[in-house]
């Protein structure tokens, strides 16, 4: 448990874009989030595709490195993956957007929705999104999206965003396709 502050103290709060969309709001990540984002990533079909190890993450500390990787790329770049959350429910149901750690292989939006979510659109919906809002905030002209060859579900996201598949990357000893998403082709 953290402590109260003190009368005059103040603490870093990472203060990042929020975009909304029809039905969703993604914004920068909350400590409340941490048990929505450990309860996604503890069923191992999730996890598979999300999880460094590919494996579900089953305690409390596990879920909280998770989200404090993912938010501390927040606070050491200045943007990162987006906590999404269903505008009509206010519910966390995933991440999606930027993600580019040291020897990532490229520029990258990513998405995981949790299972409950899945199959409403809303890993397409966030990520147009947030490739719209990178190529509005970077000088870059393409984003990849690393995805597992087995992994169909996040493909066919990727077709829907126009992005095509171009060879292979390695991400920490295992293989994933690399789509391309360029600023040229992009419709948003």
Not at 81 to 89: D, G, I, L, N, W
Not at 93 to 107: A, L, M, Q, S, T
Not at 149 to 170: C, I, K, M
């Amino acid at each position: 448990m953290i402590p109260p502050l003190k009368p005059g103290a103040k603490l870093l709060k990472v203060d990042g874009p929020v975009i909304e969309t029809e039905r969703l709001v993604l914004r920068p990540w909350r400590s409340d989030d941490i048990a929505a984002n450990a309860a996604m990533l503890s069923d191992p079909d999730t996890a598979r595709f999300i999880t460094p190890d590919g494996k579900a993450i089953t305690t409390e500390i596990g879920g909280w490195r998770n989200a404090a990787v993912i938010s501390g790329h927040w606070a050491l770049h200045g943007f990162g993956m987006f906590a999404v959350e269903e505008r009509s429910s206010r519910r966390y149901i995933g991440r999606v957007g930027p993600w580019c750690p040291p020897g990532w292989p490229g520029f990258e939006v990513g998405w995981g929705i949790d299972r409950e979510y899945r199959g409403k659109g809303y890993a397409v919906e966030a990520a147009r999104a947030s490739i719209d809002w990178v190529f509005a905030t970077f000088e870059i002209e393409e984003i990849i999206h690393c995805i597992e060859s087995v992994n169909a579900p996040s493909q066919a996201v990727a077709r829907r965003l126009g992005a095509r598949r171009d060879g292979e990357v390695d991400l920490s000893g295992k293989l994933n396709e690399r789509w391309v998403t360029s600023r040229d082709r992009w419709k948003g």
